[in-house]
Structures are given as C-alpha cells and as structure tokens.
T-cell receptor, first 119, second 111 residues
Framework: GAGVSQTPSNKVTEKGKYVELRCDPISGHTALYWYRQSLGQGPEFLIYFQGTGAADDSGLPNDRFFAVRPEGSVSTLKIQRTERGDSAVYLC?????????????????FGPGTRLTVL | DQQVKQNSPSLSVQEGRISILNCDYTNSMFDYFLWYKKYPAEGPTFLISISSIKDKNEDGRFTVFLNKSAKHLSLHIVPSQPGDSAVYFCAAGGSQGNLIFGKGTKLSVKP
C-alpha cells in the first residue's frame, strides 16, 4: 500500500525503559507530523518536520521526548525513561508540501498509530 | 484550555436520516477547518474541509457549514448509512503546520 505506515503497531514496555516508534510517510511527502492520542481525547500535536528539520516541536511534553527524520523520509519518535502517563496511541501523519503549500489543500494523511502501553 | 470543542461525545441516528455533528472553536486566527473520520484501530481519515472565507462546502453526502461569528461549524451527513458509524473529529488549522483537534463524537447509525 502507499499509505503512512507505523511500526510497531503495539508496544508494551516497563516504566523507565526507552522506546522508539517508527513512521514511514507517503513517498514524496515533505512534511511529517507526530500526534499523541490519549483515551477519550483527540490527537494532540507533538512535532512537525519540514524535510529533515523540525519546523515546530512545541508540542513535545518534555525533554524525554525526541524525534528525528535524518533523510527527510522515515521518522523515529524516541521516548526516554518512559512513564505510565506516556501510555497512548502515537499517530504519524504526512502531507505533500507542508509549509511550502496552501495549508487547506495540503491534506494530512494519518497512519494507523502505535499503541504504547507503559506498565 | 481547549481551542476546539466537540461537546457531544456520542450521537445515535437511524439509517437514512440526517446526522449533524457540531464543533465550536475559540481561536479566531484559525483559517481552515477539517473533519476526520476514525474507525477503531485505524488512523483518522480526512473527510472534508472548509476555508474560513466560506460558509459551506459540500461533497456528496457530506456538507460542512461554518458560522464564523458564532465560531461554530457542523458536519451534516445525509442520508446516514451504517458504514458511517465511526468517531468524527473536528480539527482546525492556521499558519502553523499542526492541526488542533476536538475530542471527537462517536456516531452510531442504526439500521
């Protein structure tokens, strides 16, 4: 398929451990977004990449969270010293143009998410 | 403080009737709005959008209405079908890259 893919689909870890969540955006999409969805909530913005650079990381909750996109395609969200409150579905989305395009027509396409459970 | 609010967590509608999902926002700097639909274990899927310079956008059975003075938008689905049963998220965007989402409304369309 040509959609956004995320791995793993489920991740169970213990409090204090380090986790990495991977996102493969749609080929050719320059913009990539990470959101987090807690139970009963809508997706909440974490970070946005335009190409390889983080254009906006204002949504990252603290310095335990970090994300990279070294080649402007695949992105990895990294969480250090996980806490139970980090348990959520982590969603990745990509769009064709990002800041280079007209926002309303630059649809964000979401992946299925990674469900992270911190015990 | 929530910038995008969906005050109805759930809505139940009979097949063939109209479904109306509502959304309110507080930030007048938003310049476009979207509706996403989400099935369990899947990511949100884009449904329809509207620019702040318009008051209506229609796509097949789906119509979004925007009332800027009231900072309110609604999604109308006519006629509703059982396959429309899902969680619907209202989202708003502005000059920044990210979207601000509401908490969602779970729509159940009963045959």
């Amino acid at each position: 398929g040509a959609g956004v893919s995320q791995t793993p689909s489920n991740k169970v870890t213990e409090k204090g451990k380090y986790v990495e969540l991977r996102c493969d955006p749609i080929s050719g999409h320059t913009a990539l977004y990470w959101y987090r969805q807690s139970l009963g909530q809508g997706p909440e913005f974490l970070i946005y990449f335009q190409g390889t650079g983080a254009a906006d990381d204002s949504g990252l909750p603290n310095d335990r969270f970090f994300a990279v996109r070294p080649e402007g395609s695949v992105s990895t969200l990294k969480i250090q010293r996980t806490e139970r409150g980090d348990s959520a579905v982590y969603l990745c989305a990509s769009s064709l143009l990002g800041l280079a395009g007209r926002r309303i027509t630059d649809t964000q396409y979401f992946g299925p998410g990674t469900r992270l459970t911190v015990l | 403080d929530q910038q995008v609010k969906q005050n109805s967590p759930s809505l139940s509608v009979q097949e063939g009737r109209i479904s109306i999902l509502n959304c309110d926002y507080t930030n007048s700097m938003f310049d476009y709005f979207l509706w996403y639909k989400k099935y369990p274990a899947e990511g949100p899927t884009f449904l329809i959008s509207i620019s702040s310079i318009k008051d209506k956008n229609e796509d097949g059975r789906f119509t979004v209405f925007l009332n800027k003075s009231a900072k309110h938008l609604s999604l109308h689905i006519v006629p509703s079908q059982p396959g429309d049963s899902a969680v619907y998220f209202c989202a708003a965007g502005g000059s920044q890259g990210n979207l601000i989402f509401g908490k969602g409304t779970k729509l159940s369309v009963k045959p």
